[in-house]
């Protein structure tokens, strides 16, 4: 190897030399492991292309919970129950975004369930979501992201069960892109 340069940075070598030096052998095939998994950077990209989620004239916003988007409509059950974790009982929400360009850039969500007959708030939900923008299946060239949850603070379970709610959820971001979605639905206990 006389005279060679080595592919990797100066770093890795002293880093191995000292590694040698402590005693300590065990983590130096994972680290090797590790190394040649690292690559050359020569390999194909396999990273999402962000233009693949184009804008259009017709910009959406998709919930469902869980079967397919499009199922929560005007006199769908919605579900609600007791969180794994503990605490107010919830919903889940999977969002999914189509027709605009910057969804990955972080989008603040507002939920919002009212009882439909007295006007009542019954559940809400704030975020800040980066969503992402995917290339496989039916959610191709749509934002996603993970699920979100309205909490039902103040709530009992069964104070819930069977409600009629009017639910209201937005998504908004900085380049000026709001999108809504509504429906009236019946709470049903999971």
């Not at 990797?8 to 680290?31: K, Q, T």
């Not at 999402?48 to 199922?71: F, M, R, V």
């Not at 809400?124 to 603070?153: P, W």
Request: contains cysteine; aromatic residues 8%; charged residues 20%.
């Amino acid at each position: 190897m006389g005279g060679e340069e080595s592919p990797l940075p100066s770093w890795v070598g002293e880093w191995a030399h000292a590694l040698l030096h402590c005693g300590d052998m065990r983590l130096l095939p994972a680290i090797l492991l590790t190394l040649a998994a690292c690559g050359d950077g020569e390999g194909e990209d396999t990273a999402i292309d962000p233009s693949t989620c184009k804008a259009s004239n017709n910009p959406t916003l998709e919930l469902a919970q869980y079967g397919p988007y499009g199922e929560l409509s005007d006199g769908a059950d919605f579900v609600y129950g007791h969180p794994p974790q503990g605490g107010a009982p919830y919903a889940p929400f999977s969002l999914r975004i189509s027709g605009i360009e910057q969804g990955d850039m972080g989008m603040a969500i507002e939920m919002l369930a009212t009882d439909s007959s007295s006007g009542e708030e019954l559940g809400t939900g704030e975020y800040m979501q980066r969503f992402i923008c995917s290339n496989v299946g039916d959610n191709s060239g749509k934002f996603v992201g993970a699920d979100l949850h309205m909490r039902f603070y103040g709530w009992e379970l069964d104070d819930l069960e069977g409600r009629t709610s009017d639910v209201t959820i937005s998504a908004s971001n900085d380049a000026g892109d709001r999108l809504e979605t509504s429906f009236q639905g019946i709470l049903i206990r999971e």
